[in-house]
């Protein structure tokens, strides 16, 4: 029976993931089947504790956010949960020895986002570590399945990839996180006064992110590279959409990728994979 709790463990993460982002389910799905329980347990796990500083406005964020803290912690010393998020994550940390240090920065980012408002250049970079760049390390675990060389050769360009992402979320998402959460997470900027320069800064930044990242996919195993290309093509894409857009656009409006443009960056990425032309 043990068995059937560890898969309907999995098959929360599995629903979590598929239900929060159709983007990153999608990619997960094009991952070689030994890769995709493991990443949904770690989306599973990081998606929950966001929901919790980003959604939970009726309740005791910070109370909420100490007990699934500690509940983690818990579910990775004793080797398992009740909390079936927790208890698939505790399974991928002891399958690939996922480092602790990883899990710490990361509830340390999400505790900036109980009560932290504006970032310095130092306090910006430490959240985009924990909140982002861990999280393509943890998954970069999974893709070198124990291979601890290519591990090392790989981490710069797995922090790459989890920055771009998140600082494209950031614009993405910048009037919501300013108006309803009241969260700037751009150092130097501001809501009322965002202008082009400040955007263009932003974006060339991006850019260098993705440039360094795109040089890792290419190094990344087989069973991992097409999925981690198609995120990263989702994400270029929209990326590229947000550039093309003036600033006070996106402080109205939140840019968005239509599936018909989705299923496109699927298909063509798949001929390139064929073709060995990624």
Known sequence: MMQLFQKTSKDCSRIVTENYSTSFAS????????????????????RF????????????KKKLLQSFKEETYKAIESGISLNPILNSLQLTVHKYHLHFSLIYAFFKSMEYDLDKTFYDEYSYKEYIYGSAEVVGLMCLYIFCQGDGQMYEQLETYAKSLG???????FLRDIKTDNIQLDR???PNCDFNAFTYTDKKEIENDIQNDFNNA????LMLPAKARFGVYVAYKYYYSLFKKIRK?????????????PNYRKAF????????NQFNLL
């Open 49 to 60: 504790a966001d929901e919790i500083v980003d959604t939970f406005h009726d309740y005791d």
């Open 184 to 186: 700037m997470y751009f």
């Open 163 to 169: 920055a771009a992402f998140q600082k494209v979320n």
């Open 265 to 272: 960056i699927v298909a063509k990425a798949g001929l390139r």
């Open 245 to 257: 857009t003036q600033p006070a656009k996106i402080l109205e409006n939140r840019i968005r990728i």
């Open 214 to 217: 795109y040089k890792g996919i």
């Open 27 to 46: 990619a997960i799905k094009l991952l070689h089947k030994d890769l995709r329980e493991d990443i949904h347990n770690v989306y599973g796990f990081v």
